[in-house]
Each structure stands twice: as C-alpha cells, then as structure tokens.
C-alpha cells in the first residue's frame, strides 16, 4: 500500500534553515506528482510546493523564492529546502500524493520556527 513517511522537522530560529524529507513506498513513485502541504495551528491545511512527475515545480505565493522542491527518483524520496524560515512557516508539513483520485498523506513533521 502507499507509505508517506516525513522526516527532518525540528525548532528552528527565524532566518534559519531545514530540510524535510519524505519517503515513499508502494507505488511508482516517478509515475506521480508529489506535493508539500502545511497546516498551522487553527488554520486550513495549504499547498506549499508541487513537483511534477517531470520535475516541473510551483509554490504556494508565501514561500515563492524561499522554498524548493524536488525529487529523488532513484530513492523514491521528495524533499523541501525550507530557507529564510519566518515565524509564520510554523506548522506541521506533510507529503502528499494522488493515485487514482485518491490522496494519500504521511503523518507529517513539526516545523517551529521561534527565536
């Protein structure tokens, strides 16, 4: 079955930086587009960043130029260089993927950016 599994979230200081990481299993994984989304406390969950099965890349408007996704498809992995981390990219990221009209989700990873 489709495994999302997030890694590399922790407490990082405004300015700072972290990478995220998710592994997949139980799918092709280079056959599908692969996705970061957020979700801050009391707010809707929102699409950070979106990478193609051809590697083309997007970004959600409050991350543009701070941000970048890709993709390892050798090791079935996507990741999320997080740079110039704000106080307001605290939230818990997770990994997304559709097949078949179905959205699969990790369990997520914790990003507290406080000074």
């Known amino acids: 079955q489709v495994q999302l599994v997030e890694s590399g979230g922790g407490l990082v200081q405004p300015g700072g930086s972290l990478r995220l990481s998710c592994a997949a299993s139980?799918?092709?994984?280079?056959?599908?587009?692969m996705r970061w989304y957020r979700q801050a406390p009391g707010k809707e969950r929102e699409l950070v960043a979106t990478?193609?099965?051809?590697?083309?890349?997007n970004y959600g408007d409050s991350v543009k130029g701070r941000f970048t996704i890709s993709r390892d498809n050798t090791k079935n992995t996507v990741s999320l260089q997080m740079n110039s981390l704000k106080l307001e990219d605290t939230a818990v990221y997770y990994c997304?993927?559709?097949?078949?009209?179905?959205?699969?989700w990790g369990k997520g990873t914790l990003v507290t950016v406080s000074p």
């Open positions: 997304n993927t559709e097949r078949d009209a179905i959205q699969f």
């Open positions: 139980g799918f092709t994984f280079g056959s599908y587009d």
């Open positions: 990478i193609s099965w051809y590697r083309n890349t």
